[in-house]
């Protein structure tokens, strides 16, 4: 039966495809209707995920079949809490990302603006449907058709440069399909169900050395997009980009479905029971904290400010990716609080970015020297944005990495917990050049400058038009309202909490957590928090 949560479901998956469709078929003879089509399909889809929030709160069922194949093999579709809160960040980034673009495209006179916005729609259409696939055969079709999708994207300025890096980017995502492939198929072989469970679904039903190489598969699978080096080197690539794809790459889509997709086979479809006897769960930390460490060292080397951030975003995908790993309900939580609190200040970094390089066509950290007093509002938004990836306290950022250090311990991994609260000061020590860059250094002379006039027209405040400005400055505050406001705080953590405790059962929900109240006093008892009760 056909009812409102239905259409809402249907809604939040295919509204952006539907506007790419548009965009394709509209937008030759009169660009602007690329843009009309796209707020168009990223508001409807927004509205979807709220209605679909809305009635997950309420209880409600949301699941949805399209198309059955086989017993147990179906194209379906659920919101739970794990895919609400990815879904619903795709959403909100992908409006911002839209009023930055149009913007970003004028300043930068580029090129193939249809082709742009319609898989710009498609790629975050992707991401939802991965966001809210209720098996492993829905969620490989999505996370295919996310790579199709972005392909176009990372080649769009089709430069030499730009060839190499789409060329890296579709064989390193391939090799994940396949073996995300192999994976999918293997699970259905031996269970007769790729249905994502709370828990997983695997427990006795292989030996095992089979259930380690099925592990190897699924997760090198979807760890390619989560960038968990060694498979990184095509994040870094992909830089070549415009500056809102950049932000679609490290924010809203690909890397957030990779890591979004180790989350589901490490919770969904394994299950603590299942990797309780493996080993490899143990070694997939390792490469996590390998990559935290290598990859904050690596980013200290970098010069180019997009470079610099992509090896920011490659090691705080490893932070979610561990959370998940450690098996533990804080640290699933933690995982999903990381999520949100990265894809808020990575994308306001990255619209940061691309506002320096539209208005003044900087892109060396060098050349952002006293860029504090002509782009206040830019830099004051990369400012907030940093110190919440610092884990500062009073952002979001600190909420996530508190969650993840406390998993840490919670699994017995003090060690891991010392080094994540280390890795926050290797954060500082690659962002903070960049912020007193902006505020403490002066910019030179301009050696081209004819006279003194010259100089100060050159040296008066002009920061980006305003709609550059509008989204990296509400993507700021939203940074700053998930580290502050209780009820949002509350909202998240509940999610975080029903996703935690379906995974790892009620026995092992933390009681002690110190969440706030919408009145600002602590609440110890979590049943107290609206929409929190399993």
Same mark, same amino acid.
Request: hydrophobic share 55%; net charge neutral.
């Given at each position: 039966?056909? /009812?409102?949560?239905?259409?809402?479901?249907?809604?939040?998956? @295919? #509204?952006?495809?539907?506007?790419?469709?548009? +965009?394709?078929?509209?937008?030759?003879? *009169?660009? =602007?209707?690329?843009?009309?089509?796209?707020?168009?399909?990223?508001?409807?889809? %927004?509205?979807?995920?709220?209605?679909?929030?809305?009635?997950?709160?309420?209880?409600?069922?949301?699941?949805? $079949?399209?198309?059955?194949?086989?017993?147990?093999?179906?194209?379906?579709?659920?919101?739970?809490?794990?895919?609400?809160?990815?879904?619903?960040?795709?959403?909100?980034?992908?409006?911002?990302?839209?009023?930055?673009?149009?913007?970003?495209?004028?300043?930068?006179?580029?090129?193939?603006?249809?082709?742009?916005?319609?898989?710009?729609?498609?790629?975050?259409?992707? #991401?939802?449907?991965?966001?809210?696939?209720?098996?492993?055969? /829905?969620?490989?079709?999505?996370? !295919?058709?996310?790579?199709?999708?972005?392909?176009?994207?990372?080649?769009?300025? !089709?430069?030499?440069?730009?060839?190499?890096?789409?060329?890296?980017?579709?064989?390193?995502?391939?090799?994940?399909?396949?073996?995300?492939?192999?994976?999918?198929?293997?699970?259905?072989?031996?269970?007769?169900?790729?249905?994502?469970?709370?828990?997983?679904?695997?427990?006795?039903?292989?030996?095992?050395?089979?259930?380690?190489?099925?592990?190897?598969?699924?997760?090198?699978?979807?760890? &390619?997009?989560?960038?968990?080096?060694?498979?990184?080197?095509?994040?870094?690539?992909?830089?070549?980009?415009?500056?809102?794809?950049?932000?679609?790459?490290?924010?809203?889509?690909?890397?957030?479905?990779?890591? @979004?997709?180790?989350?589901?086979?490490?919770?969904?479809?394994?299950?603590?029971?299942?990797?309780?006897?493996?080993?490899?769960?143990?070694?997939?930390?390792?490469?996590? =904290?390998?990559?935290?460490?290598?990859?904050?060292? =690596?980013?200290?080397?970098?010069?180019? %400010?997009?470079? *610099?951030?992509?090896?920011?975003? +490659?090691?705080?995908?490893?932070? +979610?990716?561990?959370?998940?790993?450690?098996?533990?309900?804080?640290?699933?939580?933690?995982?999903?609080?990381?999520?949100?609190?990265?894809?808020?200040?990575?994308?306001?970094?990255?619209?940061?970015?691309?506002?320096?390089?539209?208005?003044?066509?900087?892109?060396?950290?060098?050349q952002l020297k006293g860029l504090g007093r002509k782009m206040p509002w830019t830099c004051a938004a990369f400012t907030i944005a940093s110190l919440s990836l610092m884990g500062v306290?009073?952002?979001?950022?600190?909420?996530?990495?508190?969650?993840?250090?406390?998993?840490?311990?919670?699994?017995?991994?003090?060690?891991?917990?010392? &080094?994540?609260?280390?890795?926050?000061?290797? $954060?500082?020590?690659?962002?903070?050049?960049?912020?007193?860059?902006?505020?403490?250094?002066?910019?030179?002379?301009?050696?081209?400058?004819?006279?003194?006039?010259?100089?100060? #027209? !050159?040296?008066?405040?002009?920061?980006?038009?305003?709609?550059?400005?509008?989204?990296?400055?509400?993507?700021?505050? %939203?940074?700053?309202?998930?580290?502050?406001?209780?009820? =949002?705080?509350?909202?998240?953590?509940?999610?975080?909490? +029903?996703?935690?405790?379906?995974?790892?059962?009620?026995?092992?929900?933390?009681?002690? !957590?110190? &969440?706030?109240?919408?009145?600002?006093?602590?609440?110890?008892?979590?049943?107290?928090?609206?929409?929190?009760?399993?």
């Open positions: 039966m056909v /009812t409102s949560d239905t259409l809402w479901l249907l809604l939040s998956v @295919f #509204a952006p495809a539907a506007g790419a469709l548009l +965009i394709a078929l509209n937008a030759a003879t *009169r660009p =602007i209707r690329a843009e009309f089509w796209s707020f168009v399909a990223a508001g409807l889809t %927004l509205l979807g995920t709220i209605q679909l929030f809305a009635g997950f709160q309420a209880g409600r069922d949301l699941s949805l $079949t399209l198309v059955t194949f086989a017993p147990g093999l179906d194209l379906s579709f659920r919101a739970d809490a794990l895919g609400l809160t990815f879904a619903l960040l795709a959403s909100v980034l992908w409006l911002f990302t839209t009023l930055f673009s149009t913007g970003y495209v004028r300043d930068n006179a580029l090129k193939h603006r249809p082709r742009y916005y319609a898989c710009f729609a498609a790629s975050v259409g992707a #991401a939802v449907g991965v966001a809210l696939s209720a098996n492993l055969l /829905t969620f490989l079709l999505f996370y !295919e058709a996310l790579t199709l999708a972005t392909y176009p994207l990372v080649l769009h300025k !089709e430069t030499p440069e730009a060839a190499r890096a789409a060329r890296r980017y579709l064989a390193f995502a391939l090799t994940g399909g396949v073996l995300l492939t192999l994976a999918t198929v293997w699970v259905y072989a031996l269970t007769g169900s790729v249905t994502f469970t709370p828990g997983g679904f695997l427990q006795g039903s292989a030996a095992p050395g089979v259930l380690g190489a099925l592990f190897l598969c699924a997760i090198i699978g979807t760890g &390619i997009k989560a960038a968990v080096m060694p498979f990184h080197s095509w994040l870094p690539a992909a830089m070549v980009a415009p500056s809102p794809v950049s932000a679609l790459l490290h924010a809203v889509a690909v890397v957030k479905a990779g890591v @979004f997709g180790c989350m589901r086979i490490l919770g969904f479809v394994f299950g603590p029971e299942s990797l309780a006897g493996l080993t490899w769960p143990s070694v997939l930390l390792a490469f996590c =904290i390998a990559t935290i460490l290598i990859g904050s060292v =690596i980013a200290l080397r970098q010069q180019n %400010l997009k470079r *610099r951030l992509a090896y920011s975003t +490659i090691v705080h995908l490893s932070y +979610i990716v561990f959370g998940a790993a450690l098996l533990t309900h804080r640290g699933f939580s933690g995982a999903m609080l990381h999520m949100v609190s990265h894809g808020l200040a990575k994308i306001t970094l990255f619209l940061c970015a691309g506002a320096i390089y539209a208005t003044y066509h900087h892109t060396e950290i060098g306290p009073g952002l979001a950022g600190f909420v996530s990495k508190l969650f993840l250090a406390r998993g840490a311990l919670d699994a017995g991994e003090t060690v891991y917990a010392l &080094i994540l609260v280390g890795a926050s000061l290797l $954060t500082a020590a690659y962002l903070l050049p960049i912020i007193r860059a902006f505020y403490f250094e002066k910019a030179p002379a301009r050696p081209d400058a004819e006279d003194s006039k010259d100089a100060e #027209a !050159e040296d008066a405040p002009r920061d980006a038009r305003l709609a550059l400005r509008i989204p990296l400055i509400a993507t700021a505050a %939203l940074v700053i309202l998930f580290g502050t406001v209780p009820a =949002i705080i509350n909202a998240q953590y509940g999610l975080a909490h +029903i996703a935690s405790t379906d995974i790892f059962g009620e026995q092992a929900a933390p009681r002690d !957590e110190a &969440i706030f109240s919408t009145d600002g006093h602590s609440v110890p008892d979590l049943d107290a928090i609206p929409g929190v009760t399993p």
